[in-house]
């Protein structure tokens, strides 16, 4: 099992910044991937930003490539999303989840951190 909680999110004005934590626990293998997803009012949840937890390879949506950054730091087994210059259309609720491997669905998920970026 694997229990992620997330937190860092707030209110910012477009063109700021806000870095989001998703804290680990549980049994956290080499192989396993932490990704972040959003989910807008009205509109599905969508894949932001993963990483493998071992390597530290990254991957990211289109949408975000350039101004998002997913790292992770072990000795704290947590998950850090680095977000600038925010949009607008940047606000959702951003929730952590983990798979097992790259092949993996995303089994775990944290209960959410509202993100809300004002014009």
């Known amino acids: 099992q694997v229990q992620l909680v997330e937190s860092g999110g707030g209110l910012v004005q477009a063109g700021g910044s806000l870095r989001l934590s998703c804290a680990a626990s549980?049994?956290?293998?080499?192989?396993?991937?932490i990704g972040w997803f959003r989910q807008a009012p009205g509109k599905e949840r969508e894949f932001v930003a993963g990483?493998?937890?071992?390597?530290?390879?990254?991957y990211y949506a289109d949408s975000v490539k350039g101004r998002f950054t997913i790292s992770r730091d072990n000795a704290k087994t947590s998950v850090y999303l680095q977000m600038s210059p925010l949009k607008p259309e940047d606000t959702a609720v951003y929730y952590c989840?983990?798979?097992?491997?790259?092949?993996?669905?995303?089994?775990?998920w944290g209960q959410g951190t509202q993100v809300a970026v004002s014009s």
């Open positions: 990483i493998n937890w071992s390597g530290g390879s990254t």
């Open positions: 989840a983990a798979r097992e491997s790259s092949r993996a669905r995303f089994d775990y």
């Open positions: 549980g049994r956290i293998y080499s192989n396993y991937h």
